[in-house]
Each structure stands twice: as C-alpha cells, then as structure tokens.
T-cell receptor, first 114, second 116 residues
Framework: EAQVTQNPRYLITVTGKKLTVTCSQNMNHEYMSWYRQDPGLGLRQIYYSMNVEVTDKGDVPEGYKVSRKEKRNFPLILESPSPNQTSLYFC?????????????FGPGTRLLVL | GNSVTQMEGPVTLSEEAFLTINCTYT??????LFWYVQYPGEGLQLLLK?????DKGSNKGFEATYRKETTSFHLEKGSVQVSDSAVYFC???????????????FGSGTQLTVLP
C-alpha cells in the first residue's frame, strides 16, 4: 500500500530536550515536505526537500532541522524544543513530475512541549 | 506573494443540505487550485483539483470551478452526508511542471459538521 508514515503519532516532551520525528514514504517520491498545523493558521511549510541531499527552508523554519540522506526518509529534528513548537505536524511527499501540488500526507504527529 | 482566503467556520448543516465553502486566492503566476479534506484524526487527502481557468474539479459529489476572473475556487456539494464532517482546506500551487520548490499554500481550513 502506498503511504507516508510518521512516528511517533503523539509525543509529550519538555523544553530543551532534543527530539526527532521520523517520516518515511514508499512511493519513490522525490519531493518531501514538513508542515505544521495550528488553529486558524492552516498548514504552514517548515522545510522541504527536492531530492536526496537537497533541502531548503519553508515559511517557518526557525527551531527546526531536517536531513535527506535517503530518498524515502525525511526526519524532522527539534534540537531544543520550546512551548511555541507545540503543534500538529504533517509530513508529505509527491512525485515532482506529477501534476503540480498533488501531495500525499502522513497521519500527523501531535507534539506537546511543556 | 501567494495567499488563500477561506470562509471562516465552523459550518454546521443538516444532512442533505446544500454546501458552499468559499475560497479566494491571490497568486503570482498561474496557479493550480486544490481542495484537501482532513477527517478526524487523519492526515490530509486530496479531494479535487483544477489546473486551468474554467476547469471543474469533482469527486465524491463535491465540485469546484476555477474562476480566474473572480480568483475563486468555491467548494460545493448538493446534498451533504454525516460522513462529510471534516475540515476542508483550499490550497494553491504555482510553479513549473517539473515541480515547484514551494508547492502548496493553504488556507486556514473550514470545519464542517453535518448533523443527522
């Protein structure tokens, strides 16, 4: 089954404790992206990757890091989480040569930073 | 820059009622337009899309027409069901066919609740 998976689905942590949210897709997609979803703001892009070893900032990159060492994986790293990073996070992927913008989303990771 | 404005929710309707969720956009370039749906506890799923002016996207009884003259992409359904309860996001994408680096700009979402 074609899918995007994220782990963990739920996470409670404390300020300053480094964490990683994993994202993996099995569709051989070139493009991957991270979004955060906050009430009244919709989804905002954090980082994206056009291909292996190619990453760039989205609209709200501060406080986040990413890496793309393999095509299928795109982890999101919070080196020193803060309460304003409490949010619902979505990973997405697409085959960049498809019709523009058709992205496939993971189930989401709900993060609470105390 | 690019932006998407959706009607504010929440929207509550009775089963079999007519649904309209308004969406307008501003974009540099010539965007493709999308509606995504998010069911409770799940990720977003593409509901429908339109890639050029006057195109109509349709799926599961939902429709939306790309209106370039009014920069709009309103979502409609003639008869909603309880199972349509979800959050609906309008989105746009601007970029070359080979794939824009910044592919999707989302609206803030509209919560729809359908009562039996």
């Amino acid at each position: 089954e074609a899918q995007v998976t994220q782990n963990p689905r739920y996470l409670i942590t404390v300020t300053g404790k480094k964490l990683t949210v994993t994202c993996s897709q099995n569709m051989n997609h070139e493009y991957m992206s991270w979004y955060r979803q906050d009430p009244g703001l919709g989804l905002r892009q954090i980082y994206y990757s056009m291909n292996v070893e190619v990453t760039d900032k989205g609209d709200v990159p501060e406080g986040y890091k990413v890496s793309r060492k393999e095509k299928r994986n795109f982890p999101l790293i919070l080196e020193s989480p803060s309460p304003n990073q409490t949010s619902l996070y979505f990973c997405a992927s697409s085959q960049s040569r498809e019709v523009r913008g058709t992205q496939y989303f993971g189930p989401g990771t709900r993060l609470l930073v105390l | 820059g690019n932006s998407v404005t959706q009607m504010e929710g929440p929207v509550t309707l009775s089963e079999e009622a007519f649904l309209t969720i308004n969406c307008t956009y501003t974009a540099t370039g010539y965007p493709s337009l999308f509606w995504y749906v998010q069911y409770p506890g799940e990720g977003l799923q593409l509901l429908l899309k339109a890639t050029k002016a006057d195109d109509k996207g349709s799926n599961k009884g939902f429709e939306a027409t790309y209106r370039k003259e009014t920069t709009s992409f309103h979502l409609e359904k003639g008869s909603v069901q309880v199972s349509d309860s979800a959050v609906y996001f309008c989105a746009l994408s601007v970029g070359a066919l080979s794939g824009s680096a910044r592919q999707l700009t989302f609206g803030s979402g509209t919560q729809l609740t359908v009562l039996p």
